[in-house]
């Protein structure tokens, strides 16, 4: 089953960094990573929690306050763990 990845794109989100800028960061750490067939990523409206921004949600679960800086532990720790499970 692939991992769904899921970037606010929302505007409070887009605002501080996050949205689709973040989203090509972290589509291009997976892509590095030789990992992107095992992805189904795609951008969603506002998840509801702008002043946790930006937000990404992982097969369901938020991570709050991810900034690009942060996308290598992201990749590392939460999505690579999941696709070799
Ligand atoms: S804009 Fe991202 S949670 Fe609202």
Partial sequence: ??????ICTGMF???DGGGN???RA????LT????MEHIEMWSTHC????ESGPCV?????????????DVPQLVRE????????
Avoid: W
């Fill in 1 to 6: 089953m692939k991992v769904k990845v899921q």
């Fill in 13 to 15: 989100c887009s605002m």
């Fill in 21 to 23: 800028p973040l989203g």
């Fill in 26 to 29: 972290i589509q291009q750490a």
């Fill in 32 to 35: 590095d990573a030789g990992v």
């Fill in 47 to 50: 998840m509801g929690t702008c």
């Fill in 57 to 69: 949600r992982i097969n369901g679960e938020k991570f709050y306050h991810i900034h690009q800086e």
């Fill in 78 to 85: 939460e999505i690579l763990p999941l696709i070799e499970a």
